[in-house]
């Protein structure tokens, strides 16, 4: 742990002289209404200022369930841009013929963990943790509508624990209030993204281990721009941003994969 | 998923809200009893404490309960131990939360119903030798009956109705602290608009038929007078 806070801290000034290379748009200024996953608070939290002052483009940023915005932005939410933390809520915008695409764009890939206080009873960490019949409250995000929750059941389910970790799921809105469950002690253990388990806050007050990728599905974590919106061009610098390859390369210091 | 005739919710939902009003009525009498009839200048800070949850955000009782009597205080650890479980995600803290939350709809209503009472019937029963809790449960309580029905009417449908500290504090767990309109919500932000919308319905008529009751009751003496 101490090794990975090392590499983001190092690593955070290149954010800097990697944004350098990146000519502005000639248009620049004006405010983004970003929706985005629950996942990608801690990411847009270190990347918002950067972007920010490189390209005077301001970020409002709301975040929540990948459902529940995508189902906002159905009725008729003002977003800008949303990042959904999959492929499937994504599509639901462009299945309403609301995003500027026909596909929505995949910037990043999720990944989930198993994360838990340093003062749990349950040392050390392990996926076997979830095989204890000792065990009191687990804190998920709500598996219909948020794509971690979703793949936190799928894992389960594989690898077999589903039946003895069931009876003590606790179920959270988003992966924010899982995170948060776990984060007051309230809940033991809480299935949370990478994103989460890596962020300052959560890396000092407890430790993870990631799910092997074969036993969830791709969490193909997908943006679209929306075609009705008054700030397409900004919200397009923020989608290309994203998607450069100096910010690609630094995600996996965030918790993320680089798509391919 | 959840189904419309969620009975589990349903049946939770009457436990909490049944629960609820019989410990509220335990602590509004009380209560009621001090801020009316009380002598100390305290009663009017007494009066505000009570009303608190009128105007509170229920996100701020939701955050104390989550954290300030989670496991990571010491309170929340004596909590956990007695209990044998965190107040979060449990029946006992939806109903720890429900009373707090409610508390002013089971006060408000009986201090009204004793302030109302004609003060010579009290004092008449003090001249022939009552003692004051005699006073007030032979003379001022039963001349204001009614004000505690309209207690535990109101108590009962606005626990029915809590949604925020169950949304913080609940977990969603079915038979254990989904409620009626937590599951409401849950319905509505997957879509299924028509199950909702049943569900929906279930609740207004409810809500009305308990206000309808609580103002077509008889009337007792003192509220009419």
Known sequence: MLALAGIVSLCLPSFLSAQKQVQPKANAGGEVTVFAAADMQPVLEVLGPYFERRTGIKLKVSYGASATLAEQIVNGAPADIFFSADFVFAEHVVAANLADAVNPTPYAKGLLVLWERNDSRFKPLSLDTLARKDLKSVAIANADRAPYGRAAVSALKKMGYFPNVAPHLVEAESVGQAAQFALSGNAELAFLSQTIAMSPKYKATGSFVLFPLSVYPDIRQCAVVMKASSHREQAHVLLNYITSDEIQNHLPELGLQKIQ | ?225
């Open chain 2, 1 to 225: 998923m959840t189904t419309p005739l969620d009975s589990s919710a349903l049946m939770l939902t009457l436990r909490l809200a049944t629960l609820t009003t019989v410990v509220l009525l335990l602590v509004a009498l009380p209560l009621a009893y001090l801020i009316a009839f009380g002598k100390s200048r305290l009663r009017f800070f007494l009066e505000a404490v009570v009303a608190l949850p009128l105007v509170l955000p229920p996100t701020v009782l939701g955050f104390y309960l989550l954290v300030a009597l989670g496991p990571l205080t010491g309170p929340g650890r004596l909590l956990r131990d007695l209990l044998g479980h965190t107040l979060a995600f449990s029946f006992t803290g939806l109903l720890v939360g429900s009373v707090v939350y409610s508390l002013p709809f089971a006060v408000q209503p009986i201090v009204a119903g004793l302030r109302s009472v004609d003060r010579r019937y009290l004092e008449a029963g003090a001249t022939l030798g009552a003692s004051p809790l005699q006073v007030f449960l032979r003379v001022a309580l039963p001349l204001a009956k009614s004000s505690v029905l309209a207690a535990a009417v109101l108590a009962f449908a606005h626990t029915v109705g809590e949604f925020g500290v169950v949304l913080m504090l609940g977990g969603n767990i079915p038979g254990r602290t989904r409620t009626l309109s937590i599951a409401l919500f849950d319905l509505i932000e997957n879509g299924q608009f028509h199950e909702a919308n049943q569900l929906a319905l279930l609740l207004l008529l409810f809500s009305t038929a308990a206000l309808l009751l609580l103002y077509a009751r008889p009337r007792t003496q003192a509220e009419v007078a």
